[in-house]
């Protein structure tokens, strides 16, 4: 969870700890990470603080991996940590545009590309992995097996539909599992 340490961010962590997970916070303040870790874990929940700056790529790089290490994996990813700078457009300074572009945005896509592997679909391109590769990737696909280019057309055709016209902003993983695995 980015921005753990105050407002929405701090509120989701404390409910996904209430609701049984082990909630990874991150935010750029200590002082009130801590503060929420001891609130969780007084309340019976498990939790653990990482120093993370989401504007900071370094930052990303060494939060996602001391979460992973702690953790192992990651499961649920809440990109929480935003910044504003409001105000009229043409008074907007590009300073102020490129921060929050870099922190709301570019953040949350490099963090997101630190802690998760890609799902793994059979195509031409995955044609050419050997026998042990493709082994090492089934193994960590709990279904067992390789997505089809079907499947993901049929997710695709379902998010472009009347059925889903409600759903904005969502990322649907079609993965087998995979982000669930071992």
């Not at 962590?13 to 990874?24: D, H, N, R, S």
């Amino acid at each position: 969870m980015t921005g753990a340490s105050q407002g929405i961010g701090r509120a989701c962590a404390l409910a996904l700890a209430q609701a049984g997970a082990t909630v990874a916070l991150a935010a750029r303040n200590e002082g009130k990470l801590a503060e929420a870790v001891t609130e969780i874990e007084a309340s019976g929940g498990q939790a653990a603080a990482f120093p993370l700056d989401v504007a900071s790529e370094e930052s990303i790089k060494a939060g996602a991996k001391a979460v992973l290490e702690r953790f192992g994996k990651v499961e649920i990813l809440v990109n929480n940590a935003g910044i504003t700078r409001d105000g009229l457009m043409m008074a907007m300074k590009r300073a102020d545009w490129d921060n929050v572009l870099g922190t709301n945005l570019t953040g949350a896509f490099l963090l997101t590309q630190a802690l998760l592997a890609p799902g793994y679909i059979e195509t031409p391109m995955t044609a050419v992995l050997n026998e042990t590769q493709r082994a090492a990737m089934m193994a960590q696909i709990p279904l067992g097996r390789a997505g089809t280019d079907a499947e993901i057309a049929q997710a695709v055709a379902f998010l472009a539909s009347d059925a889903a016209g409600y759903i904005t902003g969502h990322v649907l993983d079609v993965n087998g599992g995979m982000f669930m695995g071992g």
